[in-house]
């Protein structure tokens, strides 16, 4: 065989040799760099989730895989340092964690590692992150959510839990450099003839004089778009709703099992498992750029019946017949 041609054959079997491989002929084992919003605590607790679906792949800590997480702790201004870190340490994998920001900045760090992402914020077609979902061509893969249709869905549920709704405040996390949802939740609310003030919440230290100034509006609910902060804070903000009788809805369903009145969305530990999962057939050798993005395929409709009384509202029958959990 001549030299050339075999070196030829010898590049071409690199590329083909499943990631795990070549990371095991170098360093030993492949590394996933998982990067969460929020708090540390919070950032160790999901990646058991995606641990998870790594090992329902084979892909078990530490013999096959070694997960590295870091946290931002909800400071915006280290999402660029933690993952300048991540990417100099040589991961082979990118898991940019809950919000279009994380994603985003992800993107820009790294056009030659694999991201899955998991975002409920972002359209990655209208952005230009991936070619199509079925097909994303990049290095960008993960879960996504059709926001327009959903953040229309929400508003209909707190529609129907309060007929007399004839006017909100829209509850929105700014820093998310993705206002698909914002624009068809002000939509809905014009078609359907409620009025709308949006107010925008950056950090947990907002919270106190952002709920003072919704509850001087005296609006007749509170709608509160997708955003990590208003996931990992849903404690905090379900007090907060009760406090000033805001009768709310989340796409989060911590916020009614930590005492608010609603949420509706998808089941977040799923999402977590199944991007481990995914993360484990590039592993395998799937390459991002035809690794299909996917949807959230479970949503969860909690109510709060607690939460209700101390309202004063009484949740439809209608509503309570949709609900897969309400807590009494």
């Excluded at 070694?66 to 933690?82: K, S, W, Y």
């Excluded at 001087?216 to 509160?224: H, I, S, T």
């Excluded at 609603?262 to 050798?285: C, F, H, Q, S, W």
Aim: hydrophobic share 50%.
């Amino acid at each position: 065989m001549r030299r050339r041609k075999f070196i030829t054959m010898l590049g071409s079997a690199a590329i083909a040799w499943p990631l795990a491989a070549r990371a095991q002929q170098t360093s030993g084992v492949p590394k996933v760099g998982f990067i969460f919003p929020g708090p540390e605590a919070y950032a160790k607790m999901r990646s058991l989730l995606v641990r998870e679906g790594l090992s329902s792949l084979g892909f078990r800590e530490p013999e096959q895989v070694v997960v590295v997480v870091r946290a931002t702790g909800g400071d915006p201004a280290l999402i660029v340092p933690l993952l300048a870190e991540l990417v100099a340490s040589k991961i082979d994998i990118l898991l940019p964690m809950g919000g279009s920001a994380l994603t985003v900045a992800a993107n820009a760090a790294t056009a030659n590692i694999p991201i899955v992402t998991y975002d409920l914020e972002l359209d990655p077609i209208e952005s230009g992150l991936l070619k199509s979902l079925a097909h994303p061509g990049g290095n960008v893969t993960g879960i996504f959510l059709d926001l327009p249709d959903f953040s229309t869905a929400l508003l209909q549920l707190l529609k129907q839990a309060l007929p007399s709704l004839a006017s909100i405040v829209v509850l929105w996390d700014p820093s998310i450099p993705a206002t698909a949802q914002l624009k068809a939740v002000v939509a809905a609310t014009q078609r359907l003839k409620i009025t709308t003030e949006v107010m925008g919440v950056k950090t947990p230290a907002e919270f106190d004089a952002v709920f003072e100034a919704a509850s001087a509006r005296r609006p007749d609910g509170l709608l509160m778009l997708s955003s990590p902060l208003l996931s990992i804070y849903s404690k905090q903000i379900a007090e907060l709703t009760l406090k000033h009788h805001l009768p709310a809805i989340s796409m989060f369903s911590s916020f009614a099992r930590a005492g608010g009145l609603m949420a509706y969305g998808p089941n977040l530990d799923e999402l977590y498992r199944e991007v481990g999962v995914m993360t484990g057939k590039i592993l395998k050798g799937t390459k991002p750029a035809d690794l299909p993005a996917e949807r959230p395929v479970r949503f969860e409709l909690v109510v709060n019946l607690k939460a209700a009384k101390a309202l004063d509202i009484n949740i439809s029958n209608l509503v309570l017949a949709r609900a897969d959990e309400v807590i009494e």
